[in-house]
């Protein structure tokens, strides 16, 4: 099943390897510096046949402990021990094979769930200023009790989707107190976020800022016409506009008086402007009066 969709981890692109590197957690980075697998930016920490310091530890352990003996007394090789690993991980979760008039079919394992409410949304990835996108991630924000075995499973069973690797983290909603009520929180504010490695990359459709002018208006407008959006916004405003008749319904009850607009404040504080440049050249003009009186007496 999927026959086709199989892909193993030591035929990975560059950047995918480079992108599976880049997204290790720093406290895992910091250890493996530690034990010399120091990987430079925009690089691989991967072994030559595909092992990443990790996985490469397992091998050795494994075989260490004799547990890669074959029967014709030779051990498993890195790139066949990472071929079984991978085939192992890339297998759909759920599903058996078993044979029935001498054909192998697939059956389900457990019992089937119809309509699930299960949700997986899919958001941008979380590029740093001045680096460029990832296609090689893609990040979604899933229920708290999913797994990552269950975000594997999903994206391979249902979309086909090869994964390399996943790492998840969980987000708590603040909490919100009102006066004289017991604190709660926000639920669609508390959820599991997922970054999950591709083998094949993934090209996010371009931002809006991103965009150029045309397509940025041609996009606003569907939305507009087509999900409503800014209809909140402009429900708002027309509900103020109706709270501003007056309760006869005679008409609108606008603000009066000489504060009415901004051209009005702004002709006010000129005019008074214009008042106090006058009356401080009256008190000039006064004062150069009484100097030249003084001047004609003496």
Do not use: H
Request: charge should be positive.
């Amino acid at each position: 099943m999927f026959a086709t969709l199989r892909r193993l981890y030591a035929t990975l692109p560059d950047a995918a390897a480079a992108a599976r590197t880049a997204s290790t957690p720093r406290a895992v980075r910091l250890r493996r510096a530690q034990q010399g697998f120091d990987a430079e930016p925009q690089e691989s920490d991967a072994t030559p046949e595909g092992l990443t310091p990790t996985e490469f530890a397992r091998y050795q352990r494994a075989l260490a402990k004799g547990e890669l003996l074959q029967n014709d007394g030779r051990n498993l090789t890195e790139a066949e021990w990472l071929s079984k690993l991978d085939a192992r991980r890339t297998r759909v979760r759920g599903v058996r094979e078993v044979v029935q008039d001498g054909e192998k079919e697939a059956e389900v394992v457990g019992q089937k769930i119809y309509l699930p409410n299960v949700i997986f949304k899919m958001v941008r990835n979380y590029t740093p200023a001045g680096q460029p996108y990832n296609p090689y991630e893609a990040t979604f924000r899933v229920p708290q009790s999913v797994t990552k075995t269950d975000i594997r499973s999903y994206l391979l069973a249902v979309y086909g989707v090869q994964t390399t690797y996943i790492r998840t983290d969980n987000y708590q909603s603040p909490i919100r107190k009102a006066p004289a009520r017991t604190a709660t929180t926000i639920s669609d504010r508390t959820y599991k976020r997922a970054v999950v490695g591709l083998v094949e990359p993934f090209y996010y459709p371009l931002a809006e800022e991103d965009m150029p002018k045309q397509e940025r208006e041609a996009r606003r407008k569907w939305l507009e016409e087509r999900l409503l959006v800014g209809k909140r916004e402009t429900d708002r405003q027309l509900y103020f506009l109706r709270a501003t008749r007056s309760v006869n319904g005679k008409g609108w009850k606008w603000r009066t008086g000489t504060t009415a607009s901004r051209g009005n404040i702004l002709r006010l504080i000129a005019e008074r402007r214009a008042e106090r440049e006058q009356a401080v050249d009256n008190v000039k003009a006064r004062i150069r009066e009484d100097r030249g009186k003084a001047q004609e007496a003496a």
